[in-house]
């Protein structure tokens, strides 16, 4: 089982709307995660940092859900700049400070 | 403030041919990451350095070996080239994983024919 577990998508929205994703991880030891975009053709980039206490940023919401071992995040008013790939990041079980990317998944703002 | 740089941005390899991707940093990052990215994959670890003078395989380091020539540089080599490693590689670096992430490199893509 992977560590960290993402719905691939796609998930096609229109603009203005609110989408959330999901992503599982397998460790409950875990404690920070990471919310990383990747444009197409492009490299990854941080988005968010998502801690016991959550995290927001303008349109960006990230919590962790302990009980249930999953992190969220939620992008409310979509863009159409908002399309892209996004990957869900945690730590590797007994991998000392390396970190596990989940295969992301894709959402497509449309007009 | 350049950040993590890769070179080349694109390769084509004849199979057996051998070649060397860079990577360097400007900033003053311990550990260094050696990823490939596959369609339906996500990013695998080949290769990473914990600090300058270490290295480690990742969970796909068949068919690659590392140099981290000091703490700015961390190369990638391909001695013999073979169309399974036909993929897009990225370098990254971390000053502290788990509070600031990775930052990567804007990748090579590598076609072996």
């Known amino acids: 089982r992977k560590e960290v577990e993402q719905d691939p998508g796609p998930f096609n929205v229109p603009e203005g709307a609110t989408v959330a994703f999901n992503c599982t991880y397998s460790?409950?030891?875990?404690?920070?995660f990471f919310w990383y975009r990747q444009d197409c053709r492009k490299e990854p980039k941080l988005l968010m940092s998502?801690?016991?206490s959550g995290n927001e940023d303008g349109r960006f919401t990230a919590q962790l859900n302990r009980a249930s071992q999953y992190i969220s995040l939620l992008i409310r008013d979509s863009k159409l700049s908002d399309s892209a790939t996004y990957l869900c990041?945690?730590?590797?079980?007994?991998?000392?400070?390396?970190?596990?990317f989940g295969t992301g998944t894709q959402l497509k703002v449309e007009l | 403030n350049a950040g993590v740089t890769q070179t080349p941005k694109f390769q084509v390899l004849k199979t057996g041919q051998s070649m060397t991707l860079q990577c360097a940093q400007d900033?003053?990052?311990?550990?260094m990451y050696w990823y490939r990215q596959d369609p339906g994959m996500g990013l695998r670890l080949i290769y990473y350095?914990?600090?300058?003078?270490?290295?480690d395989k990742g969970e796909v380091p068949n068919g690659y070996n590392v140099s981290r020539l000091n703490k700015r540089e961390f190369s990638l080599r391909l001695e013999s080239a073979a169309p399974s490693q036909t993929s897009v590689y990225f370098c990254?670096?971390?000053?502290?994983?788990?509070?600031?992430?990775?930052?990567f490199g804007s990748g090579t893509r590598l076609t072996v024919v």
């Open positions: 990254a670096s971390s000053v502290q994983e788990e509070v600031y992430g990775y930052t």
């Open positions: 460790n409950s030891a875990s404690q920070s």
């Open positions: 998502v801690y016991s």
């Open positions: 990041v945690g730590p590797v079980t007994g991998g000392g400070n390396k970190l596990t």
């Open positions: 900033m003053n990052h311990n550990s």
């Open positions: 350095s914990a600090s300058e003078g270490t290295t």
